[in-house]
């Protein structure tokens, strides 16, 4: 009698728990892998946001997210969201928290210690709609989020990512366009800074082309004591995105950013608005042109490609300058099998050090439908890496390398 209690409470309370979770949303990210490299071990990834990631990439990386839409009445709505990402390099089955140390093979009597594995909260917001009058899709926020992110996905590079945590109100009809507007906390070390994000989006143009515009300006908040030890300067990052739809059976997108200070140390450095340099003091100023996008010049073919040029130059020292060209062709077998090319190359000034790169890969996928989007996708490949400039690059004497591996990504 008493097992048929206890097999009952037990059905009772996984029903329950199913049914608790069939309300909550679980989204997030992945990606992992395995491989091995000709000279160093395992995987190398090499500069992949200037040669592309793909067959260039040797982390466990994943993002949980778990969101509610906790109230919903009289059109009025608050949804509450959350996730963490965690990481570790995948060497081993057991990655804990605790730090793996090893001797140092070039010198025993150094011990080199790192974390296997570590975790990070990325978000804890919440989102209220209907409290603006005819406005059902302007939204009231704060917490910590993602915020309205832009990136170029074959380079994982993100050219405009100002998330973290404030408030804000998004997506409020003004003209033929939508306008939000945010403060989100952007400290440099030890000394706060805000950014005040001012965005208006969805401008439409000619036929299926429209625009985003967006001004971000960091403000150092320096206590009496930070302001008497160091100069600290301001800075301002301009953003105009202008999308092309139906672009070739896909879209293109032409990004040109202007930025000063802390922000303009970022435009060569490929930053994405955010890690503001508070004590950037050189008078830098920086600028980038990117244009990038995903095209299908045939029901087997898919294109996706970015090219970005950047420049920041100072007051007191030579200019910064990268170049990048990336490009990803997709052959598709059927739904679920494709070819997979990507070549990438940069050639970069910094202060007068030259470094030049580029990579080559070739992967089978096995993906969960034919779009170039469709995830998870299942790839085996073999990639090859060469440095120009550095010699050493790889190893001593080594400027190429070589990855071959298998990688899943993941996206729900």
Same mark, same amino acid.
């Given at each position: 009698?008493?097992?048929?209690?206890?097999?009952?409470?037990?059905?009772?309370?996984?029903?329950?728990?199913?049914?608790?979770?069939?309300?909550?949303?679980?989204?997030?990210?992945?990606?992992?892998?395995?491989?091995?490299?000709?000279?160093?071990?395992?995987?190398?990834?090499?500069?992949?946001?200037? /040669?592309?990631?793909?067959?260039? *990439?040797?982390?466990?990386?994943? *993002?949980?997210?778990?969101?509610?839409?906790?109230?919903? *009445?009289n059109g009025k709505s608050f949804y509450l969201d959350s996730m963490l990402a965690v990481t570790s390099n995948g060497s081993n089955d057991w990655e804990g928290t605790s730090p793996s140390c090893e001797v140092d093979s070039n010198d025993p009597s150094k011990v080199n210690c790192k974390d296997d594995f570590t975790a990070a909260l990325r978000q804890f917001n919440v989102v209220a709609k209907g409290f603006i009058a005819g406005d059902q899709d302007a939204a009231v926020w704060a917490g910590k989020r993602f915020y309205q992110r832009h990136d170029i996905h074959i380079s994982d590079f993100y050219?405009?990512?100002?998330?973290?945590?404030?408030?804000?109100?998004?997506?409020?009809?003004?003209?033929?366009?939508?306008?939000?507007?945010?403060?989100?906390?952007?400290?440099?070390? *030890?000394?706060?800074?805000?950014?005040?994000?001012?965005?208006?989006?969805?401008?439409?143009?000619?036929?299926?082309?429209?625009?985003?515009?967006? /001004?971000?300006?960091?403000l150092v908040n320096a206590t009496d004591a930070q302001d008497a030890a160091s100069d600290f300067n301001d800075g301002v990052m301009l953003t105009a995105e202008l999308t092309q739809g139906g672009f070739l059976d896909g879209f293109n997108k032409t990004v040109l950013q202007f930025g000063t200070e802390g922000y303009g140390e970022q435009m060569a450095g490929l930053g994405a608005g955010h890690y503001f340099n508070a004590t950037s003091n050189d008078g830098a100023q920086g600028y980038r042109l990117i244009n990038w996008?995903?095209?299908?010049?045939?029901? +087997?073919?898919?294109?996706?490609?970015?090219?970005?040029?950047?420049? +920041?130059?100072?007051?007191?020292?030579?200019?910064h300058t990268i170049i990048s060209a990336v490009i990803r062709p997709e052959y598709k077998w059927n739904d679920n099998v494709k070819t997979i090319f990507e070549a990438g190359y940069y050639d970069e000034d910094n202060s007068g050090v030259d470094k030049s790169g580029s990579k080559l890969t070739i992967a089978q996928a096995l993906t969960a439908g034919p779009s170039f989007w469709a995830r998870p996708e299942l790839r085996f490949y073999a990639s090859y890496l060469s440095d120009y400039d550095n010699d050493n690059a790889f190893g001593t004497g080594n400027d190429t390398e070589y990855n071959i591996g298998a990688q899943v990504e993941a996206w729900w």
């Open positions: 009698m008493n097992k048929i209690c206890l097999t009952a409470a037990a059905v009772s309370a996984a029903l329950m728990s199913a049914a608790a979770y069939a309300e909550v949303d679980f989204h997030g990210y992945m990606r992992a892998g395995v491989g091995v490299s000709g000279e160093n071990g395992s995987t190398v990834a090499y500069e992949k946001n200037k /040669v592309g990631r793909l067959g260039n *990439e040797n982390d466990v990386y994943g *993002e949980l997210g778990l969101g509610k839409e906790v109230y919903n *009445e050219y405009w990512d100002t998330s973290g945590a404030g408030a804000g109100l998004e997506n409020l009809s003004v003209g033929p366009g939508k306008m939000s507007v945010a403060v989100i906390r952007d400290d440099s070390g *030890e000394v706060n800074v805000n950014n005040f994000d001012l965005r208006y989006a969805g401008l439409s143009l000619w036929n299926d082309a429209s625009l985003e515009l967006g /001004v971000n300006y960091g996008g995903v095209i299908a010049p045939s029901s +087997t073919w898919e294109i996706g490609h970015q090219l970005i040029y950047a420049n +920041t130059s100072y007051d007191s020292k030579d200019d």
